[in-house]
């Protein structure tokens, strides 16, 4: 570059020279002169210029020298730029590929610890995809019946009154072992013992009769809620009912009251409504009572209840509530032996508006029953505890006490033993109480309950029946003592199936007396001890094993000739005391329900149940001299299969 810019300079220089060497005003020697100088010149600054070019092209040649080298060293640059690419391309691709290979030595051992959990997992994908399933069934079901109910309520409005109106159609069965002519309900206390003819025949009922109708009114008044309900069923008969050609059954009153409830929690109730004794899901309110799944509608041994009138006044404090109730009562006496020198109860009135077809009449009461009830829902489970007060009186005619000899009557029965002299109502105070605890060992899946109940004269608050009362000798009124227990356990595996089991019991304590029948020198004769009272083992149970021939206005002895037409009814086991001591039941069964959606819901289901019943032991004597040999002592025994099948639409 040096030399380049010296020749430039130089080629300046020499032009600077030339044009100096020629000035303007030059006269013509000069310009001879100078003419002839230019050959000399011109030569010399060819010289110069061929010298110069030289110069250049030998520079241009060393520019272009260095612009190969440097377009060298420009290409060696981009292959080495390219190499330490390719080499940094190639080393994150060992990296990738030694990543993958972790990768895949991971997944490899994670595989290995997964084969082993793959088949339980599977199988619970399988089963989650059947709750799926059955969740979504049930959610297009929800929206069903919201779209319907939106079409066509369920609801009817009257005058700011909701009405709704419900209940389910029923077609049922019932087989027993041993018959107790009795319908879809079971007598428990009625299963036939072994002496008891029906006790050797089979039945089959079927039965429409407890279909039920409901009507649910509600509606506000300030700040309160008003509820009125109304249920009825068939399960009542009149007189010329008959399940002949043409079934006449009545439609009865099951239960018909009101409600009013308060934003404190206060409550009121009155009308025919489930006993406050009925064990309840939450808290005390009518409609939230706990029943047994059963087809039964006698339900089951051991369980607690009562549907009568009652009124009842509520405290709810949220998870802890309080209630007490005036219930209607009745008075069922049992046991044998006793004088028939009083009464309890009553007929219904001809022209009155009670059966008067019903043998055991109608309590005249003189109280009502009281009932107290307290619930704990803390959360977990719902515990309950009732108390249980009963009055009860008879009317007693002292005088007219035929097995007492004369010295033992009152004074002034002026010497008769029929007489009215000294009549007297006799009242005895009856009670107890009774705990419940329901517990949800898994949350709407399982549940379980247990139920104690025990006290004197409260046996008709369960569903054996088993007598409240007895009689003393004199004709006094004696509370026998009761106890009451059930189990429950019920399962739902899914909301379309109901699978339950319950084993329950009930037992009446042995309540009995004697007094002595005295010599009598006219006509002469022992003295006696006569039993009365319920249980006593001296009663006579020897026809407890034993059947008896047919009873009735058409029956006759055979050989008699022309017998009446027509036939006589089961022998019922003649010299059978028979009071019972203890019942057990125990039932399983399951319901099915194939539709529950938006129109309804449909299901049927299945009760087997296995009932025993044992008396208190007796002999076979009814009232033996004192001198005698007592007979055996015999303790009867009963028990009954029962299986129950039921088919329901109920309404939406």
């Not at 329901?438 to 569903?463: E, M, Y």
């Not at 206005?553 to 037409?565: D, E, M, V, Y």
């Not at 010299?575 to 329900?593: L, R, S």
Request: hydrophobic letters at 40%; a positive charge.
């Amino acid at each position: 570059m040096k030399k380049l810019a010296a020749l430039t300079l130089s080629l300046f220089l020499a032009g600077g020279t030339v044009l100096a060497d020629t000035p303007k005003d030059a006269t013509p020697q000069a310009a001879k002169a100078a003419q002839k100088a230019k050959p000399r010149a011109a030569a010399k600054q060819a010289d110069k210029s061929a010298e110069i070019a030289a110069q250049i092209e030998e520079l241009r040649k060393s520019l272009q020298a260095q612009q190969e080298q440097i377009q060298q060293l420009r290409n060696e640059l981009a292959r080495r730029d390219q190499q330490i690419t390719d080499a940094r391309n190639a080393a994150a691709a060992a990296d990738s590929k030694a990543s993958d290979a972790a990768a895949k030595a991971t997944a490899a051992v994670a595989n290995t610890v997964e084969a082993k959990t793959a088949s339980s997992t599977l199988v619970s994908d399988v089963n989650d995809l059947k709750l799926g399933s059955e969740t979504l069934k049930v959610a297009v079901q929800d929206t069903q019946k919201k779209i319907i109910s939106a079409e066509s309520p369920s609801t009817i409005h009257y005058k700011g009154v909701n009405l709704t109106p419900g209940g389910f159609l029923a077609a049922e069965t019932v087989y027993r072992e041993r018959a107790t002519s009795s319908d879809i309900n079971t007598p428990f206390n009625s299963i036939p013992y072994p002496g008891n003819a029906l006790g050797k025949v089979t039945e089959n009922n079927f039965t429409a009769r407890q279909s039920r109708l409901t009507l649910l009114a509600e509606t506000t008044i300030g700040s309160a809620k008003v509820t009125g309900y109304y249920e009825g069923d068939f399960l009542g008969a009149g007189t010329t009912s008959n399940n002949r050609q043409s079934n006449s059954y009545l439609f009865r009153q099951r239960q018909l009251w009101a409600n009013i409830t308060w934003a404190n929690g206060f409550q009121v109730a009155g009308g025919q409504m489930w006993s406050l004794v009925t064990e309840s899901r939450k808290g005390i309110a009518n409609r939230q009572e706990a029943f047994p799944l059963i087809i039964d509608p006698q339900y089951i041994v051991g369980w607690a209840w009562q549907r009568a009138y009652g009124f009842r006044v509520i405290k709810d404090f949220g998870k802890f509530a309080v209630g007490a109730s005036i219930e209607g009562p009745q008075t069922t006496i049992g046991g044998r032996g006793f004088p028939a020198n009083f009464f309890i109860n009553a007929p219904g009135a001809a022209g009155g508006l009670y059966n008067s077809f019903d043998g055991s009449g109608y309590t005249l009461n003189r109280a009502p029953d009281f009932l107290v009830k307290a619930t704990l829902d803390p959360g977990w489970g719902h515990y309950e505890v009732v108390g249980i007060l009963s009055d009860f009186r008879n009317r007693v005619y002292p005088c007219g006490n035929l097995p007492l000899v004369v010295a033992n009557l009152p004074a002034g029965c002026g010497g008769s033993v029929i007489s009215t002299f000294g009549a007297f109502n006799d009242s005895r105070v009856g009670g107890g109480g009774g705990f419940t605890a329901r517990l949800p060992i898994v949350a709407k899946k399982v549940d379980v309950a247990a139920h104690v109940q025990g006290g004197d004269g409260i046996a008709r608050f369960s569903s054996g029946q088993l007598a409240d009362v007895t009689a003393r000798p004199d004709g006094t009124l004696a509370p026998i003592r009761s106890a009451a227990w059930l189990g429950t356990l019920e399962l739902h595996p899914n909301p379309k199936l109901d699978i339950y089991a319950y084993y329950g019991g009930e037992y009446a304590a042995r309540t009995a007396y004697t007094f002595i029948i005295p010599a009598t020198t006219t006509p002469a004769a022992p003295a006696k001890i006569v039993a009365t009272g319920y249980g006593s083992p001296l009663f006579n149970n020897a026809g407890c094993s034993t059947e008896g021939f047919p009873t009735g206005a058409g029956a006759q002895p055979p050989g008699t000739p022309n017998p009446p037409s027509g036939s006589g009814f089961p022998n019922t086991g003649a010299g059978c005391a028979g009071d019972i001591h203890h019942m057990v039941e125990g039932t399983i069964g399951f319901w099915h329900k194939f539709y529950n959606g938006p129109k309804g819901r449909i299901q049927w289901g299945v009760q087997y149940s296995y009932l025993t019943k044992y008396a208190w032991s007796g002999n076979g004597l009814t009232g033996s001299a004192v001198t005698a040999t007592p007979g055996p002592s015999l303790r009867p025994h009963a028990i009954d299969n029962m299986v129950w099948t039921s088919f329901r639409y109920y309404l939406p």
